[in-house]
């Protein structure tokens, strides 16, 4: 289908930065809610845990390709997909639409009784300009580039006032389109607006516009924010920022320091008001859930050895001062220390999404901890078509977890669940829940010793829990002095179709003769239990 610019409500061409977002269509569109303790994905009037996966960049640029991956990605256990979508392909002409292979994907992930994320992958990916359309690409003038060591390099300049008008009026297309032929379906749940951006190769962009600019006042609408947020900046920022005076006017290098620091977070702010501006026209098309993903850093990488400018922890507020209309920030997470960068993110009023991460064994396991211990919303290992076992190590955990999805959803907003993962370096973890000091550690028994574990445990009532996972046990300690505590009764069994089916009572060997309530190393298992108290 193609869509000439001049057929454009015009409330797409006028909506800018400011635009503030509209309510979503109506009660039952994809949004975000914030229920009880945490912020859930709504759709259709129901919390809705994604788990998903996401496509290689090319992959879903073919339909013949992708027809027959979804079969197989269903009987995964998946209930969603996340995909790019390229603005070349999309508007391979200025000011022409294609909107077939949207409508392909769409009816495509229907039939399967999939939902998808489209990337929007425009003017950035990975932070470099490769899927921009060709008419952009050959007019350097027209759209600028950045700078690196004295040469233009194939990354479009964030300050660019013609690129950013160019790229939102695309994606406003876009999301008008999505609009007219999924707003009933629900099909598209969010969007990804660009993808890890960011300057490659250099701090930031060395061009003679860029370098006015840094010379140039910090613009105030930054420094008041971080003067009114700044009991709650992010640590780094605020020691920065304090370092150098606090200062509320002056240079980029007098308000943040001559470092490649000061480099990044005005490569931060060129970006964010870029991308806050393309997702504010968007959302006036047609407001779903918009978030920004990252493509994670160490604490002591330099920039430009990254992306300098995405949204790394340190710098989200920077791109909160830019704007609204983004809903969360997001990161790419392939580090071992998984749980740590999840809580880095799950912060300030952050929702957990994990758009890109690991899959296999690690991804089967890290999964618990970012539904349970962080309350996520979403996971969705890269690659996914690379993985499509449906008994493999993913797909098991995928296919526990959808079993359970509402009633996890139900004790996430209720703050009485916890995930976590285990191994020989980390063999234990302790929380408090249902009353009881609960302490979690690798299984033992009869000699045998789990290398690893994972899993979610959560309070079902007065002295009940239920569990799900693999390879560890658990023992309670009563949080107040009075009587000690048993285990009265483990039962393992299922959830079907929302009901609990009871399987076997597990109070002889499975569960050590009472001392602990265990979870057998060689499979998932979903398992109650009761316990009791005595002097």
Same mark, same amino acid.
């Given at each position: 289908?193609?869509?000439?610019?001049?057929?454009?409500?015009?409330?797409?061409?006028?909506?800018?930065?400011?635009?503030?977002?509209?309510?979503?269509?109506?009660?039952?569109?994809?949004?975000?809610?914030?229920?009880?303790?945490?912020?859930?994905?709504?759709?259709?009037?129901?919390?809705?845990?994604? =788990?998903?996966?996401?496509?290689?960049? %090319?992959?879903?640029?073919?339909?013949?390709?992708?027809? #027959?991956?979804? +079969?197989? &990605? !269903?009987?995964?256990?998946?209930?969603?997909?996340?995909?790019?979508?390229?603005?070349?392909?999309?508007?391979?002409?200025?000011?022409?639409?294609?909107?077939?292979?949207?409508?392909?994907?769409?009816?495509?992930?229907?039939?399967?009784?999939?939902?998808?994320?489209?990337?929007?992958?425009?003017?950035?990916?990975?932070?470099?300009?490769?899927?921009?359309?060709?008419?952009?690409?050959?007019?350097?003038?027209?759209?600028?580039?950045?700078?690196?060591?004295?040469?233009?390099?194939?990354?479009?300049?964030?300050?660019?006032?013609?690129?950013?008008?160019?790229?939102?009026?695309?994606?406003?297309?876009?999301?008008?389109?999505?609009?007219?032929?999924?707003?009933?379906?629900?099909?598209?749940?969010?969007?990804?607006?660009?993808?890890?951006?960011?300057? =490659?190769?250099?701090?930031?962009?060395? %061009?003679?516009?860029?370098?006015?600019?840094?010379?140039? #006042?910090?613009? +105030?609408? &930054? !420094?008041?924010?971080?003067?009114?947020?700044?009991?709650?900046?992010?640590?780094?920022?605020?020691?920065?920022?304090?370092?150098?005076?606090?200062?509320?006017?002056?240079?980029?290098?007098?308000?943040?320091?001559?470092?490649?620091?000061?480099?990044?977070?005005?490569?931060?702010?060129?970006?964010?008001?870029?991308?806050?501006?393309?997702?504010?026209?968007?959302?006036?098309?047609?407001?779903?859930?918009?978030?920004?993903?990252?493509?994670?850093?160490?604490?002591?990488?330099?920039?430009?050895?990254?992306?300098?400018?995405?949204?790394?922890?340190?710098?989200?507020?920077?791109?909160?001062?830019?704007?609204?209309?983004?809903?969360?920030?997001?990161?790419?997470?392939?580090?071992?220390?998984?749980?740590?960068?999840?809580?880095?993110?799950?912060?300030?009023?952050?929702?957990?999404?994990?758009?890109?991460?690991?899959?296999?064994?690690?991804?089967?396991?890290?999964?618990?901890?970012? &539904?349970?211990?962080?309350?996520?919303?979403?996971?969705?290992?890269?690659?996914?078509?690379?993985?499509?076992?449906?008994?493999?190590?993913?797909?098991?955990?995928?296919?526990?977890?959808?079993?359970?999805?509402?009633?996890?959803?139900?004790?996430?907003?209720?703050?009485?669940?916890?995930?976590?993962?285990?191994?020989?370096?980390?063999?234990?973890?302790?929380?408090?829940?249902?009353?009881?000091?609960?302490?979690?550690?690798?299984?033992?028994?009869?000699?045998?010793?789990?290398?690893?574990?994972?899993?979610?445990?959560?309070?079902?009532?007065?002295?009940?829990?239920?569990?799900?996972?693999?390879?560890?046990?658990?023992?309670?300690?009563?949080?107040?002095?009075?009587?000690?505590?048993?285990?009265?009764?483990?039962?393992?069994?299922?959830?079907?179709?929302?009901?609990?089916?009871?399987?076997?009572?597990?109070?002889?060997?499975?569960?050590?003769?009472?001392?602990?309530?265990?979870?057998?190393?060689?499979?998932?298992?979903?398992?109650?239990?009761?316990?009791?108290?005595?002097?």
């Amino acid at each position: 289908m193609r869509i000439p610019l001049r057929a454009l409500p015009t409330l797409l061409l006028l909506a800018g930065l400011s635009a503030t977002p509209l309510a979503a269509q109506d009660p039952a569109a994809p949004h975000l809610e914030k229920r009880g303790v945490t912020t859930q994905l709504i759709v259709d009037g129901k919390p809705f845990i994604m =788990l998903s996966g996401e496509l290689h960049n %090319s992959s879903s640029s073919s339909l013949d390709y992708m027809k #027959p991956l979804w +079969p197989k &990605l !269903t009987a995964m256990g998946l209930n969603s997909v996340v995909t790019p979508l390229s603005w070349e392909l999309v508007e391979p002409v200025e000011g022409h639409y294609d909107f077939a292979l949207v409508d392909g994907l769409l009816a495509q992930a229907r039939d399967n009784h999939q939902r998808i994320v489209f990337l929007w992958l425009a003017s950035w990916k990975n932070g470099m300009s490769s899927y921009a359309p060709v008419w952009v690409k050959q007019d350097t003038r027209r759209f600028p580039r950045v700078v690196e060591h004295g040469a233009e390099v194939e990354i479009l300049s964030p300050a660019s006032a013609a690129t950013q008008e160019a790229d939102a009026r695309a994606y406003a297309a876009l999301m008008q389109h999505i609009k007219e032929v999924d707003s009933r379906d629900h099909t598209v749940l969010m969007m990804q607006v660009e993808n890890e951006v960011g300057v =490659l190769g250099d701090s930031r962009d060395h %061009s003679p516009a860029a370098n006015k600019a840094f010379a140039a #006042p910090v613009p +105030p609408e &930054l !420094t008041a924010y971080l003067k009114a947020h700044r009991d709650n900046l992010y640590p780094q920022l605020r020691a920065l920022w304090e370092a150098n005076g606090a200062r509320t006017a002056g240079s980029w290098a007098e308000v943040f320091g001559d470092t490649t620091r000061a480099d990044e977070i005005f490569m931060a702010w060129h970006y964010a008001r870029f991308i806050q501006a393309v997702t504010a026209k968007g959302k006036a098309a047609y407001n779903l859930p918009m978030y920004v993903n990252t493509w994670l850093a160490g604490d002591a990488t330099t920039p430009g050895d990254f992306p300098s400018g995405c949204p790394e922890p340190w710098v989200v507020d920077v791109w909160k001062a830019a704007g609204s209309a983004l809903d969360f920030y997001s990161p790419d997470l392939y580090a071992s220390n998984f749980a740590e960068w999840s809580h880095r993110y799950h912060r300030d009023g952050n929702p957990l999404y994990m758009p890109e991460t690991r899959g296999g064994a690690a991804g089967a396991a890290n999964i618990f901890y970012a &539904l349970g211990e962080e309350a996520g919303f979403g996971f969705s290992p890269f690659g996914i078509e690379d993985e499509m076992d449906e008994k493999g190590d993913l797909a098991q955990s995928y296919k526990a977890l959808a079993a359970l999805a509402p009633l996890l959803a139900e004790h996430q907003a209720a703050g009485d669940v916890h995930g976590f993962t285990l191994d020989k370096n980390n063999s234990s973890v302790d929380f408090t829940l249902g009353g009881y000091t609960v302490h979690v550690t690798l299984d033992e028994i009869f000699g045998y010793h789990a290398d690893s574990g994972y899993g979610l445990l959560m309070a079902t009532g007065k002295d009940q829990f239920l569990g799900l996972g693999k390879g560890f046990r658990v023992s309670f300690t009563p949080r107040a002095a009075g009587p000690q505590v048993g285990i009265a009764a483990v039962d393992d069994g299922s959830f079907e179709n929302g009901a609990w089916v009871p399987g076997r009572r597990l109070n002889g060997d499975e569960n050590d003769q009472g001392k602990g309530w265990r979870f057998d190393p060689r499979h998932l298992s979903t398992i109650k239990v009761t316990l009791y108290h005595f002097e």
